[in-house]
């Protein structure tokens, strides 16, 4: 199935929240199909995510709904937006190259104005140099084209403008010292990294810190996550586990609430960023 025809992360969050109105004032879909004119087919379609809708068309169904409060509106208002210029996004261009997950997670970043990393092994992708990408995507040992190496590297550096823009998205990176450990590409490559993490810490929105090997025992030895803040209101949190194959996203309170507290833990048990910024500029020494 192409993108234009995939329900996007937005579509369906937009469409969860008017099935859930839906739902509280004791409708069935036929009937708020019947209410608001429309067929089922085209209910069952928005509420599925695998259509949107304009705002004079949403603003008749708040209407009938009876949704009076403002902000809820305007909300709804706004994802409907967003979920219209999915199609838009400059990551489109890359449909085949990357997964349509990993589309929705680079969507999420673009709307982010915090995003939070653990990360076990790895540098984050939003702080790797290109070299260290490449050395990553090589080291799946996946046949691949070097045409197709350099797609995704290229995708990777793009994902990176989050943190580059006028209105940049805050980062906060906690890695656990392994990280910086794994001579990943080698010793240039690695001494790359590390220089490269010495002065993007150095920008005032983004924070590194490590877990250092010392603490034992951690929250996070479980698995690498993020934690993304959507909105300028950052009224939704979004966790996301990247695995080999394939990227899992959790909205649910509970989940969510349980990474931010893993989080925190993490952060406590880190090195400040100080003394984090001092430990890599040792190991730059060593190399």
């Known amino acids: 199935m192409s993108d234009q025809r995939r329900p996007t992360l937005r579509r369906r969050r937009l469409g969860n929240e008017l099935r859930r109105i839906r739902e509280e004032r004791g409708l069935t879909l036929q009937q708020a199909a019947r209410m608001l004119h429309r067929s089922h087919s085209a209910m069952s379609k928005l509420e599925t995510g695998k259509r949107g809708i304009y705002r004079p068309s949403l603003e008749n169904m708040l209407d009938r709904y009876g949704i009076e409060d403002p902000a809820q509106r305007e909300a709804l208002f706004r994802l409907a937006e967003e979920a219209r210029s999915d199609a838009k996004g400059w990551w489109q261009a890359y449909d085949g190259t990357v997964s349509p997950e990993t589309m929705d997670l680079i969507s999420l970043e673009a709307d982010s104005t915090l995003i939070e990393f653990f990360d076990l092994v790895l ?43 006028a209105a940049p998205t805050r980062l906060h990176s906690v890695v656990d010292e392994a990280a910086l450990h794994r001579m990943v590409g080698g010793p240039k490559v690695m001494r790359g990294q590390l220089q490269h993490l010495t002065e993007v810490s150095l920008l005032g ?19 690498s996550f993020q934690l993304l803040h959507v909105g300028v209101h950052e009224d939704l949190r979004v966790v996301v586990v990247d695995s080999l194959t394939q990227i899992a996203y959790s909205e649910e309170a509970d989940e969510v609430r349980a990474y ?16 984090s910024g001092t430990l890599i500029e040792r190991l730059l020494s060593e190399i």
């Open 123 to 165: 540098i984050p992708g939003l702080l790797q140099t290109e070299d260290y990408m490449r050395a990553v995507i090589r080291a799946r040992r996946v046949e691949q084209s070097p045409e197709r190496i350099e797609r995704m590297v290229d995708v990777r550096m793009r994902r990176q403008q989050v943190i580059r823009r």
């Open 205 to 223: 929105h983004v924070a590194l810190q490590v877990v250092p090997y010392g603490v034992g025992a951690h929250a996070g030895m479980t698995s």
């Open 260 to 275: 931010c507290e893993a989080f925190e833990a993490l952060k406590a048990d880190a090195f400040s960023q100080a003394d």
